[in-house]
C-alpha cells in the first residue's frame, strides 16, 4: 500500500520561505519521478517541480515550471524516502493546496502533468500573505 504523506505547509509572509516534506512508504520500485503540484482555488492542479530518484544526469531528471524557476529547489532523501521542496521568496500567486507524487516511470518530458502521476498525497496548505 503506497502512501505519500506531505508536510510543512502554513502561512508565510510575501517574501518568506518554506520547505515542504514528502514522505513515500510502501513503494517497492527502485526508481520513480517524484512530482510536485500546486492547486489554488479555483484553478486546476499545476506541475511545479519533478525530481526522479534514480540521480540519473538525464535531461529530464529535475525539471520547474517557468513560474517558481529560481525560487523552488526540489531534493531528496533516499536513504529517509523523502522528497522536499523549498520555497524561497514566496509570493502571494504561491498560495495554494501543494501536493506530492509519485509516478512508477522515470521522469519524461511530460512529468509537469498531472495525469502521468499513479500516487498522491492529500496535500498541505500554503498561504502567503
Known amino acids: 500500500h503506497v502512501q505519500l504523506v506531505e508536510s510543512g505547509g502554513g502561512s508565510v509572509q510575501v517574501g518568506g520561505s518554506l520547505r515542504l516534506s514528502c514522505v513515500v512508504s510502501?513503494?517497492?520500485?527502485?526508481?520513480?519521478?517524484m512530482g510536485w503540484f500546486r492547486q489554488a482555488l479555483g484553478k486546476e492542479r499545476e506541475g511545479v517541480a519533478h525530481?526522479?530518484?534514480?540521480?540519473?544526469?538525464?535531461?529530464?531528471?529535475?525539471i520547474y515550471s517557468d513560474s517558481v524557476k529560481g525560487r523552488f529547489t526540489i531534493s531528496q532523501n533516499n536513504a529517509k524516502n523523502t522528497v522536499y521542496l523549498q520555497m524561497n521568496s514566496l509570493q502571494s500567486e504561491d498560495t495554494a493546496v501543494y501536493y506530492c507524487?509519485?509516478?512508477?516511470?522515470?521522469?519524461?518530458?511530460?512529468?509537469?502533468?498531472?495525469?502521468?502521476?499513479?500516487?498522491w498525497g492529500q496535500g498541505t496548505q500554503v498561504t502567503v500573505s
Open positions: 525530481i526522479d530518484t534514480s540521480d540519473d544526469m538525464s535531461a529530464y531528471g529535475t
Open positions: 510502501g513503494y517497492t520500485r527502485s526508481r520513480v519521478c
Open positions: 507524487a509519485a509516478d512508477q516511470q522515470p521522469c519524461g518530458w511530460r512529468s509537469l502533468l498531472a495525469s502521468e502521476y499513479d500516487y
